[in-house]
């Protein structure tokens, strides 16, 4: 069974950097598309990032700025997106989610690609 669980959330003070965890099991880490989304409440849930499992990435540029950054090591089963400079408005759930996907496909970057969730872990951002 494929399971991600997140971690690294937390309270941050606005202009910090926060890096989020994705851990996956249960599955060849390298056969898995991984995606990060988050959700504000009363929001929908909206994309951030998204990495293949030969590391090819798409970002969220409107949002981001080119503040987000994905990553993934393989020999820890993890992706991680790095959040820098971070503003009240970047608080919400970030969930991970995941997809076991070709490694030359293209990100994919629909929520509704993915099969298996992470619970999602808070981040807020105090200004």
């Known amino acids: 069974q494929v399971q991600l669980v997140e971690s690294g959330g937390g309270l941050v003070q606005a202009g910090d950097s926060l890096r989020l965890s994705c851990a996956t099991s249960?599955?060849?880490?390298?056969?898995?598309?991984v995606g990060w989304f988050r959700q504000a409440p009363g929001e929908e849930r909206e994309f951030v990032a998204a990495?293949?499992?030969?590391?090819?990435?798409?970002v969220d540029t409107d949002s981001g700025e080119g503040r987000f950054t994905i990553s993934r090591d393989n020999a820890k089963n993890t992706v991680y997106l790095q959040i820098s400079s971070l503003k009240p408005e970047d608080t919400a759930v970030y969930y991970c989610?995941?997809?076991?996907?070709?490694?030359?496909?293209?990100?994919?970057?629909?929520?509704?690609?993915?099969?298996?969730w992470g619970q999602g872990t808070q981040v807020t951002v105090s200004s």
């Open positions: 989610a995941g997809r076991i996907h070709g490694a030359n496909s293209p990100p994919l970057l629909s929520p509704s690609r993915y099969n298996y």
């Open positions: 249960g599955v060849t880490f390298s056969s898995v598309a």
């Open positions: 990495i293949t499992g030969s590391g090819a990435t798409a």
